[in-house]
Each structure stands twice: as structure tokens, then as C-alpha cells.
């Protein structure tokens, strides 16, 4: 305990790290740990929150106490105090309130801390959160307006929230509208109303705003034609993260796909990217929409591709599919002889998917 109070940063980081080892052993020493979160160094900071949540979950008055340092008038200590309250298991009904309060703050980082915790506690917190959040949309910081867009997506709705966030596809800061676009993607069906503004979203000069925007129509439920002449253009867009999305639109908004959509997946099989090839196998892998029907361009991937990390997504794609892949069993062996040493792992599971699929 002694050590926790010692002047050198890395004696009190090795010391947090020890009361780690002890979890809830260390309770005792869970007020001095709370006081450590709000270190100036981040070291310390980070043993810290390992070893009080090794502790258990905070009571209310560990919360209280922590919260407290978001009153600070050192702005470290504040924003400090806002990070740690998301690396514990804070009770929200303690931790959110002065969260909330925080946003109003006048130093950048503090309101960046304290939405990103927000986002964090997520839909426990969003009775008391939402409304200063969606006005966080509009922060002077755009930082803090891409994370407080973040955050709604983790909180399940609520009123102003999608209408909010429409317009925030409007903000002239790219990464604001890309997790504008990805927050209404987690929102899901009660997100449709935002379809029109999405649908124009996928012309955005932004890759990274396209990519959430076409992600985003795909979690909004059966797409009506134009959604889906959208989702199919983006299979061929230049940038690979759009073409990644498109992927995975297309699968998350049919079940099954059409037969355009099927072939526009064998099509992104043979992408020059090996992310989207990558994103189409796990996303096949995952969907019941995987049958024999991509056999023959799996097996392909597995016999032609040079990416080792695409081969052993496309094996375990196939490894789903069973007896109805036993064409492609020659393959699978073929890959379990590759030379990579750090393919050990995947090779085991091409033999898993060959013993399947024969």
C-alpha cells in the first residue's frame, strides 16, 4: 500500500500492478486506487483501473468519490476523473449525472472524456444522457461531436436521437458523419426513417462516411429497390472500406440474398483487396445465406489467393457449408501443407473444415 504513495510514477504503476494480482483481495485498497485514477501519469492511470476493477464493481460511494474529481479545478484531474469512470464498473445512476454535467465543460478533452464514458455506461445512462448528447452533435470541438455520435449509437433510441443525428450527416467534419452514419447502423430498424438521408450519404466525398452509410442501410431492415441499386453500386467503388461494406449491407439486409446480390459477393471473392475479400468471407460465414452456391469461388480463394489471412477465412467459410463443400476438400488439404509458421493455428482449422466438408 505504501508503494502506491511513492514519488516515482513507475514504483505506484508496478504497485497497482501487484494489488491486481491480489483482485478482490485488494478491496481494502480500493479508496487509495480510486484517488490513483486521477494521476498525472498514464502508467499509473492504467495499472490503476486494471487493479480496481480486479477489485469488484465500485459501490455507490467509490463512485461518488471518484465523480468528485470531475468538480476539480485542475482540468487534468477532470478529465482524468471522466476517463477512469468508463475503465470501471461504475453504477450509472452515480457516474452519469456529473458525466452529464461535465459536458458543459469549457476544456475540449473533459467533454471528449466524458462522452466517450457515456458511450461507455451506454443504455443505462441514456435516461439522463441522450438529450445533452444529441446537443453535443454540435460541440465547438468536432472531436467531441464524432464521439458524442458514437455514444448514441450505444444507447438504444431515444427521443431527438435519430433526428439528431440526420443532421449531423450534414456537419462538415468527415469523421462526424461517418459515426453519424455507423450510430444510426446500430440504432437498426428504428433508424429507418434516416434511409433518404443515408441513401445520400453513400455520395459523400468521404470513403470512411460512404462505407458507414451503405454499412448503416444494410442494419435498416428489406430495402426497398433504390437501397438496393445503392448497396450494389458501392461493390464497385474505389475505395476498398465502401466495397468491404457493401459486403456486409448485403448479406445484413437479405436472408437470402437475391441472385444479383449473390453474384455481386463471388464478384468481391476476386476484389484486389484482401480486407474485402476477407469481409465477405466472414460475413458468409456467419450468414444462412452460405451454401454451395459459393463453393466453387471459396475454393478458388483458397487455391489461387497469396494473402494466407484471406485462405483461412475463405476455409472456415467453407468449413460451414459441410458435406455440400466436398469439392472443395483438395483445397482445404492443400492448405494445411503452407509454409507461413503463424498459419499453424488456421492450417488446424482447414483440417477441421476438410474433415466436414469430405
Known amino acids: 500500500m505504501a508503494a502506491l504513495d511513492d514519488p516515482a510514477a513507475p514504483v505506484r ?11 478482490r483481495r485488494a478491496g481494502g485498497a480500493v479508496p487509495r486506487l480510486i484517488e490513483l485514477l486521477q ?13 480496481v476493477t480486479a477489485a469488484g464493481p465500485l459501490n455507490d460511494d467509490s463512485t461518488i468519490k471518484l465523480a468528485e474529481g470531475l468538480s476539480s479545478p485542475d482540468t487534468v484531474v477532470r478529465a482524468n476523473a471522466a476517463e477512469a469512470l468508463g475503465t470501471v464498473d461504475a453504477p450509472a445512476e452515480h457516474a452519469a449525472p456529473p458525466l452529464v454535467e461535465a459536458l458543459t465543460d469549457h476544456n475540449d478533452t473533459v467533454r471528449a472524456k466524458a462522452v466517450e464514458t457515456l458511450g461507455k455506461i451506454g443504455e443505462s445512462a441514456a435516461a439522463v444522457a441522450v438529450p445533452s448528447l444529441v446537443r ?65 450519404a453513400t455520395a459523400d466525398e468521404d470513403g470512411g462516411v460512404r462505407a ?12 426497398p429497390p433504390a437501397t438496393l441499386a445503392l448497396i450494389r453500386t458501392a461493390v464497385a467503388d474505389p475505395d476498398p472500406l465502401v466495397r468491404a461494406a457493401a459486403a456486409a449491407a ?14 455481386d459477393l463471388l464478384l468481391l471473392l476476386r476484389d484486389p483487396n484482401d480486407q474485402v475479400k476477407v469481409q465477405v468471407c ?73 474433415w466436414r466438408s469430405l
Open 13 to 23: 504503476a508496478a504497485a497497482a500492478r501487484g494489488l491486481k494480482g491480489l483482485g
Open 39 to 51: 494521476d498525472r501519469d498514464e502508467a499509473v492511470r492504467a495499472a490503476d483501473s486494471e487493479a
Open 136 to 200: 453535443a452533435l454540435r460541440d465547438r470541438d468536432s472531436w467531441v461531436s464524432a464521439l458524442a455520435a458514437e455514444a448514441l449509437g450505444e444507447m438504444g433510441g431515444g427521443e431527438g436521437v435519430v433526428s439528431g443525428l440526420i443532421r449531423a450527416l450534414g456537419h462538415v467534419n468527415a469523421q462526424v458523419r461517418a459515426n453519424s452514419a455507423g450510430a444510426l447502423g446500430k440504432l437498426g430498424a428504428g433508424a429507418r426513417m434516416a434511409r433518404p438521408a443515408l441513401e445520400r
Open 212 to 223: 458507414e452509410a451503405v454499412r448503416a442501410l444494410g442494419a435498416l431492415g428489406p430495402p
Open 250 to 263: 448485403a448479406i445484413g439486409a437479405w436472408e437470402p440474398p437475391p441472385d444479383g446480390v449473390i453474384a
Open 282 to 354: 466472414e460475413v458468409l460465414s456467419k450468414s444462412a445465406a452460405l451454401d454451395a452456391t459459393f463453393v466453387e469461388g471459396l475454393s478458388q480463394v483458397l487455391a489461387e489467393d497469396d494473402s494466407a489471412w484471406v485462405q483461412a477465412c475463405a476455409a472456415l467459410a467453407l468449413g460451414r457449408i459441410g458435406e455440400g463443400a466436398a469439392s472443395a476438400g483438395a483445397a482445404l488439404l492443400l492448405c494445411t501443407t503452407h509454409f507461413l509458421w503463424w498459419v499453424e493455428g488456421w492450417s488446424l482449422c482447414c483440417c477441421l473444415a476438410c
